[in-house]
């Protein structure tokens, strides 16, 4: 299964929320980051709003932050406001398939269990974990300037 572009961003707005948790996040300045489309983060965001993933805060002086701790918003929080389609084969779309099997198919199956583990995986992991997993998340975004590195002679 492939996640789609929507998604693996998502995900790294959030982080960006999450590293930026004392201050509103800005569209500008998180696909400055990342090197995307601010246009593209901006459709991202509705759903993740809807979902009440992200609070916006409109205005001159606006932005968007976490609509809830980030160790309370799971990957699979994510992944399921964000994917249209879980379907790992055309079984999957019974309205779609003209396969006898698709009632009683050992591989439509296989992928339910396969599909079902992988959200089980998702669902352990939190915004939180990824943030934490980079001590130098805040800088490699750019939200502080470089680390002090201790002298030698120190």
Known sequence: ??????????????MYCA??????????EIAKAYGVSELFLFKILQPLHKAGIVDTVRGRNGGIRLGRPADKISLFDVVKVTEDNFSMAECFDSDVTECPLVDS?????????????????????????LVVARPQINFLLGLEDAPNKVSASA
């Open 105 to 129: 198919c050992g591989l439509n199956s296989a992928l339910r269990k396969a599909l079902n583990a992988f959200f089980e995986v998702l669902a352990q992991y939190s915004i939180h974990d």
């Open 1 to 14: 299964m492939r996640l789609t572009k929507q998604t693996n961003y998502a995900v790294r707005m959030l």
């Open 19 to 28: 590293a930026n948790a004392d201050n509103l996040s800005r569209i500008p």
